[in-house]
């Protein structure tokens, strides 16, 4: 979901390098995973669309996760350009200026939000929007620099895709997609705390207070079992809905035993002073796994019970 210095590369062409430097700018690793749990949510709904409607659907809502990206960036320039793994990014390496992530982060936020409204209803449209704007003014501008619970709060922001998936389909929110919501919820945490105990060297130089720079290592490690305890025990709500039945207890019984196990073996992980934590790295990587693997069993099991 993070692109590392080594992984971004850039073509020779002048027209080409624009191109990719905006879709870099939205962040596709996130898109791809705010775009499955939001179909997740459209096809776990009781109730049915026309399919060039999803189709819109989703462009919508990527187009709305990568407004919130470019807003991000060009939020972020000046700790992107000082941090190993963002100084790759569009705009530090001076492919697309700020000025230009502004207006298309602005440009892209409105498609989304007119799309969604003409295909779909004013509630996705108005979630949709809360989504943008909460990512953006109460995440970025605000608790990414201020407050070690940056990830914790800013995490809602990321769990409302299903949501907004299930009421393009049935405009009502319940139990289902709020349980969904409340699994990414409680999966963001330990996803992006174990990235920063990797990345702790780089976090502590641009002074974003992440809990490992704020508290400790050692405390995060604490805090990243405790999430994944609560996740573990919200997987298993979904059972609670007539949509969902054994297959999905199966795979997820499985997929919480290896998250666990993880979980404890980076705990238990000594650190090597200026060395970063591979086991972290492990970890982060590990619960990009188990996110798709959850939503993607919720997908099948309700694919087996229609």
């Given at each position: 979901m993070n692109s590392s210095p080594s992984e971004v590369r850039y073509s020779e062409n002048i027209l080409v390098k624009k191109l990719q430097g905006y879709f870099y700018l939205m962040k596709p690793r996130v898109m791809i995973l705010v775009i499955f749990t939001a179909f997740v949510g459209m096809m776990l709904a009781p109730g049915t669309?026309?399919?060039?409607?999803y189709f819109y659907v989703l462009l919508s809502i990527s187009l709305g996760a990568g407004s919130s990206a470019a807003f991000n960036m060009w939020f972020d320039e000046d700790i992107d350009k000082s941090?190993?793994?963002?100084?790759?990014?569009?705009i530090p390496l001076g492919v697309i200026s700020k000025t230009e992530a502004l207006f298309f982060g602005f440009i892209t936020g409105i498609i989304s939000l007119l799309i969604m409204q003409y295909v779909s209803n004013t509630?996705?449209?108005s979630l949709l929007l809360f989504t943008i704007l909460f990512y953006v003014f109460i995440y970025t501008f605000w608790l990414k620099r201020s407050t070690s619970l940056n990830i914790v709060i800013g995490g809602a922001a990321g769990a409302i895709p299903p949501i907004i998936g299930w009421v393009t389909v049935v405009p009502e929110i319940n139990y289902l997609p709020v349980m969904m919501f409340l699994i990414i919820f409680f999966w963001t945490p330990p996803h992006f705390w174990a990235l920063a105990v990797y990345r702790f060297n780089d976090y502590e130089k641009v002074k974003v207070p992440m809990l490992p720079n704020v508290k400790s290592i050692a405390d995060t490690k604490n805090q990243i079992i405790y999430y994944t305890i609560i996740l573990i025990l919200l997987s298993y709500t979904p059972l609670y809905s007539y949509l969902i039945g054994y297959l999905y207890l199966i795979i997820v019984t499985v997929l919480n035993f290896v998250l666990i196990q993880?979980?404890?073996?980076?705990?238990?992980?000594?650190e090597v002073t200026g060395e970063p934590n591979k086991e972290g790295l492990r970890f982060f990587a590990l619960t990009i796994f188990y996110l798709f693997s959850v939503f993607s069993?919720?997908?099948i099991d309700n694919l087996i019970l229609l």
């Open positions: 669309i026309s399919p060039i409607n941090m190993e793994r963002t100084k790759t990014r569009p509630l996705a449209t993880s979980a404890f073996k980076l705990k238990n992980t000594e069993a919720l997908l």
